[in-house]
């Protein structure tokens, strides 16, 4: 009988990067319990890190198609296949940004009416700790966007299809946590919001041992 190489198991991996992540997530938990964040703030802080992660993404898919186009000069292809193949990127960008950022704007309709969204992110920006958590995460976001996609040369490994899926595992968690969790914080907040980073964390650490690019293939078109 032929043995299973690497199962997957529900056992996240702990290492360094793993307890980055966990101070990520406790830190807004830090600001409820020293800065006055009240409790829906720490969710809104979680959808705001998610349209900071779409940002990022995007622009990652556009140095991977800026790559793109300089090899197709390269591999002399014809200007009806770089025609087609630029659509194709652009239609990724297309999808990515629609499902991506119509979903974070989703996660914060839970907290503000419609015509408060703005009003209200804006005066949650006026808060020095938020804006310096949200800075600081933005910033921590960069430096890996940099080494480990820019230097290392990881965009010209990268497939378009890749980058469009990379993300929605994360989208899904913290759609899950900011949906139920907000829902229920409006009640007794304090026991739910502890639960709910629990989880967000655990599962942000499970999706860190097991990266959705290992079932997506990195030559996809």
Same mark, same amino acid.
């Given at each position: 009988?032929?043995?299973i190489?690497?199962?997957v ?21 830090? /600001?409820?319990a ?43 292809? /014809?200007s009806?296949e770089?025609?087609?193949r630029?659509?194709?990127?652009f ?8 499902f991506y ?9 839970? &907290? ?18 938020y ?6 995460f ?14 290392? /040369?990881?965009?010209?490994k ?5 980058l469009?899926?990379?993300p ?27 639960l &709910?980073v ?24």
């Amino acid at each position: 009988m032929e043995e299973i190489k690497n199962p997957v198991s529900y056992r996240p991996k702990l290492d360094r990067g793993s307890i980055l992540i966990i101070l990520w997530n406790l830190y807004p938990i830090m /600001g409820v319990a020293f800065a006055g964040w009240k409790p829906e703030s720490v969710y809104i802080y979680y959808a705001l890190e998610t349209i900071v992660l779409g940002i990022f993404g995007v622009i990652k898919m556009l140095v991977v198609h800026r790559y793109r186009v300089q090899n197709y000069s390269l591999q002399n292809y /014809g200007s009806d296949e770089k025609m087609q193949r630029s659509a194709f990127d652009f239609i990724m960008i297309g999808i990515f940004i629609i499902f991506y950022f119509g979903s974070a704007l989703l996660m914060l309709q839970v &907290f503000f009416d419609d015509g408060n969204l703005f009003y209200g992110l804006y005066s949650l920006l006026g808060q020095g700790s938020y804006t310096i958590a949200l800075g600081t995460f933005a910033s921590n976001v960069l430096y890996g966007f940099m080494n480990d996609f820019i230097v290392t /040369g990881a965009y010209t490994k990268c497939s378009m299809t890749q980058l469009l899926f990379e993300p929605f595992p994360r989208l899904f968690v913290q759609f899950v946590v900011i949906w139920v969790g907000g829902w229920l914080v409006f009640g007794n907040p304090y026991p739910v919001l502890i639960l &709910f980073v629990g989880f967000k964390i655990y599962l942000e650490l499970l999706l860190r041992t097991y990266p959705l690019d290992n079932f997506i293939s990195k030559k996809a078109y």
